[in-house]
Nanobody, 120 residues
Framework: QVQLVESGGGLVQAGDSLRLSCVAS????????VGWFRQGPGKEREFVAA????????YYADSAKGRFTISRDNAKNTVYLQMNSLKPEDTAVYYC?????????????WGQGTQVTVSS
């Protein structure tokens, strides 16, 4: 069992940066692939970024490429999402999720989310 807790959200202005953290419990977290997702008001949840268990492979949605960076520190059981040049359309609840098998499209564990609000 893995429990995920996101933090780092907040209210910022367009152009600002935020770094989200996803801290996991469980000794095997370092073997899990992790993804970040978001759900904006009135929108469906969408993929933002993902990282392999080693950190050697990363994936981004087109909306995140060039602005967001996903990374992980397995010694700290933490995955980060650095978000730069934020836009009002980035406003959403951001969730991290973990899965045992990287190629599996479904995630096994989800956090409770952290709110990001970007004002114009």
């Amino acid at each position: 069992q893995v429990q995920l807790v996101e933090s780092g959200g907040g209210l910022v202005q367009a152009g600002d940066s935020l770094r989200l953290s996803c801290v996991a419990s469980g000794r095997t977290f370092s073997s899990y692939a992790v993804g970040w997702f978001r759900q904006g008001p009135g929108k469906e949840r969408e993929f933002v970024a993902a990282i392999s268990w080693t950190g050697g492979r990363t994936y981004y949605a087109d909306s995140a490429k060039g602005r967001f960076t996903i990374s992980r520190d397995n010694a700290k059981n933490t995955v980060y999402l650095q978000m730069n040049s934020l836009k009002p359309e980035d406003t959403a609840v951001y969730y991290c999720a973990a899965k045992r098998v990287e190629r599996n499209p479904l995630y096994d564990f989800w956090g409770q989310g952290t709110q990001v609000t970007v004002s114009s």
